[in-house]
């Protein structure tokens, strides 16, 4: 069974950064799409950004250019690298595993990103 345990979130002010983790407990996580997601209130949860089990990344248009995903393997370790926050960046991030060619799919229990100062 896979486990995701999300890190990191906080409050900042806009322009500001941080870096959200995403620890991965179980089996073959080399073999994953990796993501992280968001919601804010009110409105539906939406990708931020993806990477591939070969490490291909894709980003949302609202975040590229200022986040960044990488995975460590050996760390089993999914991180995103936000810069220069925006107030509408703020929501619960949460981290996504997805099996490749499968349908099994793990979803952590998310943490708060609030941009506002």
């Known amino acids: 069974q896979v486990q995701l345990v999300e890190s990191g979130g906080d409050l900042v002010q806009p322009g500001g950064s941080l870096r959200l983790s995403c620890a991965f407990s179980?089996?073959?996580?080399?073999?994953?799409?990796m993501s992280w997601y968001r919601q804010a209130p009110g409105k539906q949860r939406e990708l931020v950004a993806l990477?591939?089990?070969?490490?291909?990344?894709n980003y949302s248009d609202s975040v590229k250019g200022r986040f960044r995903i990488s995975r460590d393997i050996a760390k089993k370790m999914v991180v995103l690298q936000m810069s220069t926050l925006k107030p509408e960046d703020t929501a619960v991030y949460y981290c996504?595993?997805?099996?490749?060619?499968?349908?099994?799919?793990?979803w952590g229990q998310g943490t708060q990103v609030t941009v506002a100062g």
């Open positions: 996504n595993g997805r099996k490749f060619n499968t349908d099994s799919q793990y």
């Open positions: 179980g089996s073959d996580f080399s073999d994953y799409w």
């Open positions: 990477v591939t089990h070969i490490n291909t990344e």
